[in-house]
């Protein structure tokens, strides 16, 4: 008997920059799926490659060109492949990289990944096809879902996209759009929907996440600490976390959930980007470094454990040493469990582009210089987890025979040695010891 089923075609996707677009990959293998598309690890076997792109930083979007080069002999070999580039790159540059690299087939914005099966029709069809539009339609709405497959401990769930706030360094509010909040309800069902297969921690994903501001279920908006209670209901969900937020929208009762809502991790990514009011100023950031320690302040009184991280960058335009020493005075004086550092890079079209740089050897200096406070810190704040008792969700087996690891409440990386663990248990543990990258602990409690 012949099998006459058609043979699935097969999709390589690599994905670049934050977790938005770990999130957009997902949907976009989906939306292939709905094609007869099945993921593949590796590029070789692919009768389609899509880049996923990040435009936040010239290397970060410089890399999509070399990786698609490496491309060539695959292309010659097989002239059926096609290849895509999606995310911010594909949005700021779209006939820009059909130009420049002309074995790319398809464009695709990240506010068009539901139009996907139809982009693949016309590439299959030989056409370029090319979609950079902000369409009105809400793209995740349209997009298919997978059957019910079993999913790992931890998922992203976007729930706001794109950002108002212009800082002057910043192309996101061009290669994402204004700011848009799904309604809450297409979210609670995606939760419980994630839950079902097995999903226990969710990370809310937004560029400005905490602006959060969805429609309800009786027609009025909800907040994100409105969500976070929402979520908090749900059965089987054991952990909520989000990510990335902005100082001027921390709400006192975003402030307060972090004290009340048991499920909220005591973690908080709220980059202030520099130490320097009159930096700030220029940066558009409107807010200033009192008022940024002032929240913090407020943010420890409701949750004294909770562990911070920020983004910071350095060098950017008229930065003098002064400013820079400021940016050194705040890592210290807030103590970031987590700090992601970066040399400023102009990025064409915002309003930082056109101003008086700093010398590219200044900015590595001081680069340099912030990266070691960071790691001395995060160092520091990893080893104050020793003796303490806190809860690990298993993600995976370890290097080690017998090992598991997870992530801590505070989202540090844990080893367990323990064979009786396994993925998707949480645990109550004692943190033994504070290694380079992670830290190892004993079950204290059985697993649920
Ligand atoms: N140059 C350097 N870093 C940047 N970021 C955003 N734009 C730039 C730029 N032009 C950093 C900010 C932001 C993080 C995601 O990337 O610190 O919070
Ligand atoms: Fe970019 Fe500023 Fe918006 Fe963050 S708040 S996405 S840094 S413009």
Do not use: F, I, N, S
């Given at each position: 008997m012949s099998d006459s089923s058609p043979q699935p075609k097969k999709l390589f996707i690599k994905t670049y920059g934050c977790q938005m677009n770990v999130y957009d990959s997902e949907r976009m293998a989906e939306a292939l799926g709905t094609q007869g598309y099945v993921e593949t690890g590796s590029p070789d076997d692919a009768d389609m490659i899509l880049l996923n792109t990040c435009h936040i930083r010239e290397k970060a979007a410089e890399k999509v060109y070399s990786e698609l080069g490496r491309f060539k002999g695959l292309k010659a070999a097989k002239p059926d492949l096609k290849i895509g580039v999606a995310g911010c790159v594909a949005q700021a540059e779209g006939e820009e990289i059909m130009r420049r690299q002309p074995l790319v087939d398809l464009v695709v914005g990240p506010q068009s990944y539901h139009r996907l099966p139809d982009l693949e029709a016309r590439a299959r069809g030989g056409e370029k096809a090319l979609d950079t539009e902000f369409p009105e339609e809400d793209k995740f709405n349209h997009l298919a879902r997978r059957p019910k497959a079993k999913r790992a401990p931890t998922a992203f769930l976007t729930v706001q996209e794109g950002c108002d706030k212009f800082c002057a360094f910043c192309v996101v509010p061009y290669t994402r759009g204004a700011e848009v909040s799904r309604p809450a309800e297409r979210i609670l069902t995606e939760a419980r929907d994630l839950v079902e297969r097995g999903v226990r921690e969710i990370t809310l994903l937004g560029q400005n996440v905490n602006a959060y501001h969805g429609a309800g279920p009786d027609g009025g908006d909800r907040t994100l600490a409105q969500l976070i209670w929402d979520l908090d209901k749900i059965d089987g969900l054991e952990r909520i976390r989000f990510t990335t937020s902005h100082p001027n929208d921390m709400t006192d009762e975003l402030i307060e959930a972090h004290g009340?809502?048991?499920?909220?991790?005591?973690?908080l990514h709220l980059p202030?980007?520099?130490?320097s009011d009159r930096i700030l100023k220029r940066m558009n950031r409107s807010h200033t470094v009192d008022s940024y320690l002032r929240l913090i302040e407020r943010i420890r009184a409701a949750r004294p454990d909770i562990l911070m991280s920020g983004d910071f960058i350095v060098g950017f335009p008229e930065e003098t040493e002064a400013d820079f020493q400021a940016t050194l005075d705040l890592v210290q004086e807030v103590g970031y469990g987590y700090a992601y550092s970066f040399k400023y890079s102009t990025r064409p079209g915002t309003p930082a582009a056109e101003r008086p740089q700093v010398p590219a050897a200044e900015a590595d200096d001081r680069l340099q210089r912030l990266q070691a406070l960071i790691t001395r810190d995060q160092r520091r704040i990893q080893d104050s987890m020793v003796g303490r008792e806190m809860s690990v969700l298993i993600e995976k087996p370890g290097r080690r025979d017998g090992q598991m690891v997870g992530k801590s409440d505070y989202l540090h990386a844990v080893h367990i040695e323990n064979a009786d663990l396994k993925q998707g248990d949480l645990v109550p543990v004692r943190i033994l010891s504070s290694g380079a990258n992670s830290l190892a602990a004993e079950a204290i409690g059985p697993a649920r």
């Open positions: 009340t809502c048991a499920k909220l991790m005591p973690y202030v980007q520099a130490g």
